[in-house]
């Protein structure tokens, strides 16, 4: 029952957030503008330094706890990640070649305000980059199985236990807050009553299409495993609301955990091992959000869809560049450009129009990449821990 009331009252001050900062950045001038954005530098700054070490923290024990199991795991995890990413996308290239056509779609934006650039800085570098402290976290984990080091296998259990207190007491504190500079910062521009009437229909034709890609994940993942997925998806709502407003499937992970865990259908092992990961290689909602506003845009600059060849390349390719994309606002669509003007053809205009679309939406499709994740999470207990033989117990959510 505390469970419950910890997420609701988390869900509540995420809301409280969303709105507040909608409204102020509404209202408020240049001078008290430049506050907020100096407060959002900072806090974005303390979220993502702790990112790096929630990772190594989380997903090197519990590679370690699988033992000889965690190098299929692995393999496996990233091969969902992947399959995942082409599976959306080229449901969405479909659902481009079926809708797009009977579409009309404005061809111009206005100009957004500018934000002031923050008058103090606080720059906290992250200790490593997020692919960097994935690959640690793998290499450390292999390592302690391999070489059967029980002394660095109890140390990093520690480690678990200091990240998941800095988690609960610092950073899922901050995200609240954080959420609310960042609708100030949209509202203030004027991408909430400027860009979202022009876009509007195209965004939503790609939030129903999260929730139906989310659908067929879940669905898979409850034959899979043999467990009902409602048990997993039905905590996810904070994960989801934090990801809206953080944009950030980095900066969402701590809430991620902590709903993932509450989870009875999801072991120990396997959330602390999924969720951090899916956070890194998971971006099945931005990948097929990126893949039919390409579409949109080509129709709407260059008169025509690429052809169905080109959009099969691209989407194979698109899904190794999503793994290794980094869950950071716009990581996904910022490592596809190389593929947007050489595969689909974009010239300058056609990139800047894309980063101006996505950078919209991008908090739906964040969403979905970490509610995503909780789906990959319950495929692997079907695959390698349908028993429940990798910890004693499961989560404590009823």
Same mark, same amino acid.
């Not at 039919?292 to 709407?300: A, L, R």
């Not at 050489?342 to 205009?349: Q, W």
């Given at each position: 029952m505390a469970e419950r009331k910890n997420d609701f009252g988390l869900i509540i001050k995420l809301l409280v957030g969303l709105v507040a900062g909608a409204a102020i950045g509404r209202y408020v001038g240049p001078a008290l503008m430049d506050v907020i954005v100096s407060l959002k530098h900072v806090l974005g700054q303390i979220i993502f330094y702790? =990112?790096?070490?929630? #990772?190594?923290?989380?997903?090197?024990?519990? #590679?370690?706890?699988?033992?000889?199991?965690? +190098? %299929?795991?692995?393999l496996t995890a990233i091969v969902l990640a992947y399959l995942s990413s082409v599976g959306a996308a080229a449901f969405s290239a479909v659902s481009g070649y079926i809708i797009i056509p009977h579409l009309s779609i404005p061809t111009a934006l206005e100009n957004l305000i500018p934000l002031p650039k923050p008058s103090f800085v606080l720059d906290i570098p992250p200790v490593m980059p997020v692919m960097s402290a994935l690959v640690t976290a793998l290499v450390i984990g292999i390592g302690v199985v391999w070489a059967r080091a029980e002394a660095i296998s109890s140390l990093l259990a520690e480690l678990e236990r200091v990240m998941t207190l800095v988690v609960t007491r610092i950073i899922i504190p901050l995200l609240p807050f954080f959420v609310g500079t960042t609708f100030a910062e949209l509202s203030y521009e004027g991408r909430l009553t400027v860009q979202l009437p022009i876009f509007l229909a195209v965004i939503l034709i790609a939030i129903v299409g999260h929730f139906i890609w989310l659908g067929v994940l879940y669905a898979i993942a409850g034959a899979v495993s043999g467990r009902n997925p409602a048990r997993v998806f039905r905590y996810y709502l904070p994960a989801y609301l934090?990801?809206? *407003?953080?944009? +950030? /499937?980095?900066?969402? @992970?701590?809430? /991620?955990?902590?709903?993932?865990?509450? /989870?009875?259908?999801?072991?120990?092992?396997?959330?602390?091992?999924? #969720?951090?990961?899916?956070?890194?290689?998971? @971006?099945? $909602?931005?990948?097929?959000?990126?893949?039919?506003?390409?579409?949109? &845009? +080509?129709?709407?600059?260059? *008169?025509? @869809?690429?052809? !169905?060849?080109?959009?099969?390349?691209?989407? #194979?390719?698109?899904? !190794?560049?999503? =793994?290794?994309?980094? *869950?950071?606002?716009?990581?996904?669509?910022?490592?596809?450009? $190389? @593929?947007?003007?050489? =595969? &689909?053809?974009?010239?300058?205009?056609?990139?800047?129009?894309?980063?101006?679309?996505?950078?919209?939406?991008? +908090?739906?499709? %964040?969403?979905?990449? =970490?509610?995503?994740?909780?789906?990959?999470?319950?495929?692997?207990? *079907?695959?390698?821990?349908?028993?429940?033989?990798m910890d004693s117990s499961f989560g404590t959510g009823a």
């Open positions: 702790a =990112v790096p070490l929630v #990772i190594i923290g989380f997903i090197a024990p519990a #590679i370690a706890r699988l033992g000889r199991q965690a +190098s %299929t795991l692995l934090t990801a809206v *407003g953080t944009m +950030s /499937s980095a900066a969402t @992970l701590p809430v /991620s955990l902590a709903c993932a865990r509450r /989870s009875p259908a999801l072991s120990k092992t396997m959330t602390e091992f999924m #969720i951090p990961l899916g956070a890194t290689v998971h @971006l099945c $909602g931005s990948v097929l959000t990126e893949t039919f506003f390409i579409m949109t &845009i +080509s129709q709407m600059l260059y *008169g025509s @869809l690429p052809s !169905v060849g080109t959009m099969a390349l691209f989407i #194979i390719l698109f899904g !190794v560049f999503a =793994v290794g994309a980094p *869950g950071v606002p716009g990581g996904t669509v910022m490592a596809s450009i $190389g @593929l947007v003007t050489s =595969v &689909i053809g974009f010239d300058a205009a056609g990139v800047a129009l894309l980063l101006a679309i996505f950078a919209l939406q991008d +908090s739906f499709g %964040t969403a979905c990449n =970490v509610t995503g994740d909780g789906a990959l999470a319950l495929i692997l207990e *079907g695959l390698f821990n349908r028993d429940g033989q």
